[in-house]
Structures are given as C-alpha cells and as structure tokens.
C-alpha cells in the first residue's frame, strides 16, 4: 500500500517498482488464458496502463495484486473474444467432467508452487497439461496453485463465490491427475511398471 500512496502522490517511479514487481505473475495467467505470448504481453501492458489510470478506483479493500489480476483477467479475456469473432467467452461456462472414478484423497501442492513450476522437465509437462483444462477451471487453477491467491481472492478477483471456487479448483486438481497419471504411465516402459516385470527363470 505504500507504493500505491506514493504512485496517488505522484510518484511515477513507484509505480515503475509496482510494474517490476508484479509483471512475471501478470504475464504467466495472460499468457495461461490468452495461450498465445503475444497476446499475452499485450495483455500485460494494457494490463498495467489500466490500473493505473483507474488508481483513484482502488479502494484499498483489497491487496493491490488481487485487484490487479483482476483486470488481467478481464484484459485476457476481453483479448480472447476479440479472436474468437462472435464467440464469447465466459468463465462460468460448466464443462462436464468423468470425476467419478477418481480419488479425492489429493495432496497439496509443495509450498513453494512457482519453484516446482519452473522445474525444466516437469514444469513443461505441467505447462502442457494445464493448457488443456477447460478454460474456467484453468484460470481457477492458475490463480489459487500457481500464483498462490487465496481461496477468497481468487473468488473476489473471478467475481465467483468461495464454494464455486473451491468445486472448480478440486475439479482441475483432479482433470491434471487423471491427465498427468495417464501421461506418465505412457512414458513408463512396459517392464518398469508394477506387476509387470518378468521374473527370471
């Protein structure tokens, strides 16, 4: 909050430090909507160029980054309905699922979530499988396991309630298991996996 009163008293520079800041999260969940990097570097500044001329709106309510992402996510998907012609694009939109046969025994993910994002291998792996989550459960996930928002900023950002936010996030915890689980067992040669390896004679 103290950059944001120094950027309100005029402090132009302040807000250059507010940008440096926030500009790798603001990038990764346009670029995690939009699925293209350019958009989502278009996005990003808009992004910024938008909060700040609209600062005065900024009632303090909340943390500065969560009203930020907020308009990132407008941003991204005011960008994706200008692609998509005519097509609109809500984030409320229900995607039926197989959920049924899967365990929801599931562990959280490590406390440092970005740092096992980043992991070369896994992390593009991981990247690939959350570009294929449906898009209201991919943004749900992005915000909440991988930029790490709070259940409740994350329901305060989408304009959705806590519930609806924690249905949509177990739902994509459990498409990414299901999908990561059957992309692993494909990589895992046949001799490797339990139960079937030879025995010698």
Do not use: C
């Not at 200008?82 to 959920?99: A, H, L, P, Q, Y």
């Not at 396991?145 to 739902?171: C, F, H, M, N, Y």
Request: charged content about 35%; aromatic content about 8%.
């Amino acid at each position: 909050m103290v950059l944001v009163d120094r950027v309100r008293g005029g402090d132009v520079s302040a807000y250059d430090t507010l940008v440096r800041k926030y500009e790798r999260q603001v990038f990764r969940i346009a670029q995690h909507i939009t699925q293209n990097r350019e958009d989502a570097e278009d996005v990003m500044q808009d992004a910024f160029l938008k909060a700040y001329e609209k600062l005065d709106q900024f009632q303090g309510n909340s943390k500065f980054y969560t009203w930020l992402v907020r308009i990132a996510v407008n941003e991204s998907l005011m960008r994706l309905r200008k692609r998509r012609t005519g097509k609109m694009v809500s984030i409320d939109e229900e995607i039926e699922t197989s959920e049924g046969s899967v365990s929801r025994d599931l562990a959280d993910w490590a406390p440092d979530p970005e740092q096992n994002y980043n992991q070369t291998e896994l992390g593009r792996i991981l990247r690939k499988t959350i570009r294929g989550l449906p898009q209201g459960f991919r943004i749900v996930f992005v915000l909440r396991d991988v930029e790490g928002l709070s259940t409740e900023e994350t329901a305060e950002t989408l304009g959705l309630s806590i519930p609806a936010v924690k249905s949509r996030l177990l739902r994509a915890r459990l498409q990414l298991r299901e999908r990561l689980s059957r992309y692993f067992h494909r990589k895992t040669p046949a001799s490797a996996r339990p139960g079937e390896s030879r025995t010698d004679k």
